[in-house]
């Protein structure tokens, strides 16, 4: 079985590249394809070009022993047993997913390799995505030898390696009971329930995880809004429903709401498949309608403490759309700080990770206007209000004196309810959490 020989479709993606260093880490010999020439180079130096905990580790024990090799030439892919397609499925203007990238992908190793392989598709595809492209294969005359699997990655970004290594489950469709059964013993041995299945039903099931889970977080926050009129505090009621083992404590944190590349993207496309098919999804379109609603409510919540932010100078700490990652794709603070520009405000920015040169040279290409700060003691500095945007533990642990000290007025609006409230005005600042 480590005789096989894997391939990555997408390689220097975050998906791809986890899936290349871990599928090498368990003994296999992968090579990484990617189109981007400037990353491939990269990483056959051993540079990696996204941040994910633990990974640049693996990249290099993986390069070191051989086993992981990173190329631009598909042609490496020419006698792959398996290959992994794990490109971007990016929304369409109208919201639904673009599959071309995956066809592309699919087009191009098909004419390297003849089979047999088994293609894996791990990207969040519509319904329907893995059955077209078994039909496609089908058309050319090859379905004899090439075989489509779907195995849709639960991978969060921050906990990547550790979600590939120790996976809740492993799903895996398809007809083809033989190249299924090859792709779950991948695992071995299976360190979760393996679900075989249908191409359907795990497509269903990865976009049915992440809508559930965007909706567990606008069921919290639509509940925040009701604890915030009357004095409540979101955090002691989140752990009181949560301690319930048929609800769990999980996605339950209230606050500025959920972004980044994956759970909106796919609740839209999910939504335009029900419109497509003449259905409604009233659930999946309010979870949207909280969520955007969330971000209006913290620059209502800095209003609140301000009045009007003409002019006001304020610090935002965090960019990346959550902590542990430097993704900036798709993130609530763009909108928001996008908002807080349009009002006249004045807005200094400090992300411990999503902050590197690239990423400065593009935020400020979009809003010109901002000004970076080094440390979030800087981001405070002279301020009339320092808002929270992303859970950064590093934030949590800011020494609350010197915070005041800097700051011009002592106002906290926290979009991640880090702090406790007394507490907070006990050290005499002004605290706005959501929902707290
Ligand atoms: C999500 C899913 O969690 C993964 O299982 C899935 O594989 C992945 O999408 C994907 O489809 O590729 P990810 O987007 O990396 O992973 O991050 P999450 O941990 O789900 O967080 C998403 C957003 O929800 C973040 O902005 C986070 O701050 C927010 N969030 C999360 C909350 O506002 N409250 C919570 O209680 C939890």
Not at 6 to 18: F, P, S
Not at 231 to 243: R, Y
Not at 360 to 365: F, I, S, T
Request: proline letters at 5%.
């Amino acid at each position: 079985m480590w005789g096989y020989k894997l391939g990555i479709m997408g390689g220097g993606g975050h998906i791809g590249l986890v899936h290349a260093a871990c599928l090498a880490f368990l003994g296999y010999r992968v090579a990484a394809y990617d189109l981007d020439t400037a990353k491939i180079k990269s990483l056959k130096q051993g540079i990696i070009p996204l941040y994910e905990p633990g990974l640049e580790k693996l990249v290099h024990e993986g390069i070191k022993t051989g086993l992981l090799g990173f190329t631009n030439h598909i042609n490496s892919l020419r006698d792959v047993d398996i290959a992994y397609i794990c490109v971007g499925t990016p929304a369409l203007p109208d919201g639904l997913a673009d599959i071309s990238q995956v066809e592309n992908a699919l087009e191009e190793l098909v004419q390297v390799n003849k089979g047999p392989f088994i293609a894996v598709i791990k990207c969040t595809v519509p319904v329907g995505t893995n059955r077209k492209l078994s039909r496609r294969i089908k058309d050319i005359g090859l379905s004899h030898k090439i075989s489509i699997v779907s195995n849709p990655e639960f991978l969060a970004e921050g906990t990547g390696i550790e979600d590939f290594l120790k996976p809740s489950r492993i799903v895996v469709g398809g007809v083809d009971r033989e190249a299924v059964a090859k792709v779950a013993a991948i695992h071995t041995p299976p360190s979760a329930p393996v679900i075989h299945t249908g191409w359907e039903n795990a497509e269903l099931i990865k976009h049915a995880s992440n809508a559930f889970l965007a909706t567990k977080i606008s069921f919290i926050n639509e509940i925040a809004s009701l604890s915030e009129a009357q004095e409540g505090d979101i955090t002691i009621i989140s752990k009181g429903i949560g301690l319930d083992p048929r609800i769990g404590p999980y996605f339950l944190e209230a606050g500025v709401g959920f972004s980044g590349p994956c759970l909106e993207k796919d609740l839209l496309s999910l939504i335009n498949q029900y419109n497509a098919a003449g259905e409604e999804a009233p659930i999946l379109k309010a979870t949207l309608y909280v969520n955007n609603q969330r971000r209006r409510q913290i620059v209502k919540n800095l209003e609140k403490a301000l009045g009007n932010l003409n002019g006001k100078n304020v610090g935002v700490l965090g960019l990346a759309f959550k902590p542990g990652t430097d993704d900036l794709r798709d993130s609530h603070s763009i909108p928001v700080i996008r908002h807080l520009l349009s009002l006249g405000t004045v807005v200094t920015v400090h992300d411990p990770m999503a902050a590197n040169e690239a990423k400065k040279a593009w935020l400020m290409r979009q809003f010109p206007g901002i000004l970076w700060a080094s440390s979030p003691y800087f981001a405070a500095e002279g301020k009339d209000a320092l808002l929270i945007l992303t859970a950064w533990p590093e934030y949590q642990e800011m020494d609350l004196d010197i915070l005041k000290q800097k700051l011009a007025r002592p106002i906290l609006v926290d979009g991640r309810n880090l702090f406790k409230r007394v507490q907070m005005e006990e050290q005499g600042f002004e605290y706005i959490g959501m929902g707290i």
